[in-house]
């Protein structure tokens, strides 16, 4: 009873921002196929678990992509922004170099 009072709770959310619904779909295909094979009493060879490896390996591939994704495209528009400023300097002494002083 007294932990309520010096410790308040705290609910954590955590944001993919690369999550997509493609995830979804294959998160829940892994978490049935999962399901399935415990309910078959976990066997390590046959059909069931071939599905769930291959379920898994889907799932965990496309988590990879998706997080190498949302980094190339950010390593991208940084780059195009570095890319601006590079040439609005470059601009700018130049502009220096060749103005006319009165």
């Given at each position: ?6 410790f308040p709770d ?26 399935a094979w415990k ?18 390996l889907k799932y ?43």
């Amino acid at each position: 009873m007294m932990r309520n009072y010096t410790f308040p709770d705290a609910v954590i959310i955590f944001n993919k921002f690369w999550w997509s619904e493609e995830l979804t779909i294959l998160k829940q295909d892994a978490v049935e196929t999962d399901r399935a094979w415990k309910a078959a009493r976990r066997p390590r060879f046959g059909p069931i678990f071939d599905k769930r490896q291959r379920s898994r390996l889907k799932y965990w591939k496309c988590i990879r992509e998706c997080q190498n994704r949302s980094t190339l495209v950010y390593t991208n528009d940084l780059h195009d922004a570095l890319l601006y400023v590079k040439m609005e300097l470059s601009l700018e002494m130049l502009a220096c170099k060749f103005s006319v002083s009165e």
